[in-house]
Each structure stands twice: as structure tokens, then as C-alpha cells.
């Protein structure tokens, strides 16, 4: 699976959107985007994944740029409770039954009052 | 989708003991589980993949002597950690895939005393 880079930490004003960024350079033809995200001491939390289309949900949006060595994930209205670790994952194919999710470092995400 | 429940969702034990950590899939049948630990401030580490019937993989560098796994249900696995030590205190999570992403277990917080 392709490695991610994220910022190791970022901050956002209540209200604002949350704008995430991940660099996948190295992302093949097969390899999906997710995006999962964990507050303190719990487990962590599916948002959302694409694989070269942008995405929306209720949660969040994906954008993943043309030539897809990058993405972004997007909080549009963040608050106190978005404040948690998110995870940039890019593993081959869609997580079916039984496929493993390889954590990296995450960008912590402190949305301020 | 999922729903993966972890008991207990914390345990202080004294050093030299050993502590079993279950988790459940509630509406899942899951021959595959896995198995992350978490220090604090670092990312999720996978431990090993639980397998339904059969012996668990292990990730290069876990004890498989000291993480004791069963997984003798679809809906059950375990995990225990034999003759515990202060460095073992960990964040425990277990997972289940399938329907496209990864559901996690609300986490077991070890504390070795």
C-alpha cells in the first residue's frame, strides 16, 4: 500500500471548515483513500473514502486531486467534538471482509472556541 | 454496517498476572479479527490477526507467548496478555472489516501496576 504524508498537527477555528491535507504521491491505479479519525481514548472512526471521484456525506467531503497524489478531507462546519486524530490510509482495493487497515502517524486536529 | 464491543473497557491489573480483553461482534459474523495496541501519543500498531478455528498471525516482533489469542466463535475472540508488566499498559482495540471499511471496538485501557 502506498505510504501517506500528513502535517503533523493543525489547528481550526469553531464553525470554519476543517481542511486536511494528504499526500499519497506514490498511490497506484488500484489504491483506495480513506479517511478514518479517533477521538481520545476511543476507537477509531470510519468518515469516508474514494478512489478518484470527490466524495461527500454526512460527515465530511474528499477531494483527491486529478493526478490523485493527493487528497483532501473537509470538515465543513468543525467543532469542539471534531477534535480527534485523523488517519490518511490508501490501501489497495476497497476493505472487503478480512482485509487488515495499516495506521500511520495521523494529523491531530484541535478545533478551537 | 458493524457493531464491535470490547469488554472491559479498562482493567488495572498487578504485574505478573495475566488479563483476558473480549471482543465482540455483535451482528457480524467475523472469522478474521484483529488486534492494535496503542501507546500513548503514537498511532494504532497492529498486533495480529485473529482467526476463527484456527491460529492467530502474528505481526513481526509480537510475542505470540505473551498475547494469547482465541478466537473460538464467529462472534468472539480474546485476548490475553500473560504474566503482565508495567510496559505492557497499553490502549487495546480490536476491529472486524467488511462492507467497505473497518469497525472498531471502543478500546481496552491496560494499566500494569
Known amino acids: 500500500d502506498a505510504k501517506t504524508t500528513q502535517p503533523t498537527s493543525m489547528d481550526c477555528a469553531e464553525g470554519r471548515a476543517a481542511n486536511l491535507p494528504c499526500n499519497h504521491s506514490t498511490i497506484s491505479g488500484n489504491e483506495y483513500v480513506y479517511w478514518y479519525r479517533q477521538i481520545h481514548s476511543q476507537g477509531p472512526q470510519y468518515i469516508i473514502h474514494g478512489l478518484k471521484n470527490n466524495e461527500t456525506n454526512e460527515m465530511a467531503s474528499l477531494i483527491i486531486t486529478e493526478d490523485r497524489k493527493s487528497s483532501t478531507l473537509i470538515l465543513p462546519h468543525a467543532t469542539l467534538r471534531d477534535t480527534a486524530v485523523y488517519y490518511c490510509?490508501?490501501?489497495?482495493?476497497?476493505?472487503?471482509?478480512?482485509?487488515?487497515?495499516?495506521f500511520g502517524a495521523g494529523t491531530i486536529l484541535r478545533v478551537k472556541s | 454496517g458493524a457493531v464491535v464491543s470490547q469488554h472491559p473497557s479498562r482493567v488495572i491489573c498487578k504485574s505478573g498476572t495475566s488479563v483476558k480483553i473480549e471482543c465482540r461482534s455483535l451482528d457480524f459474523q467475523a472469522t478474521t479479527m484483529f488486534w492494535y495496541r496503542q501507546f500513548p501519543k503514537q498511532s494504532l500498531m497492529l498486533m495480529a490477526t485473529s482467526n476463527e478455528g484456527s491460529k492467530a498471525t502474528y505481526e513481526q516482533g509480537v510475542e505470540k507467548d505473551k498475547f494469547l489469542i482465541n478466537h473460538a466463535s464467529l462472534t468472539l475472540s480474546t485476548l490475553t496478555v500473560t504474566s503482565a508488566h508495567p510496559e505492557d499498559s497499553s490502549f487495546y482495540i480490536c476491529s472486524v472489516t467488511g462492507f467497505g471499511e473497518a469497525f472498531f471496538g471502543q478500546g481496552t485501557r491496560l494499566t500494569v501496576v
Open positions: 490510509i490508501v490501501r489497495a482495493g476497497i476493505m472487503e471482509y478480512g482485509n487488515k487497515l495499516v
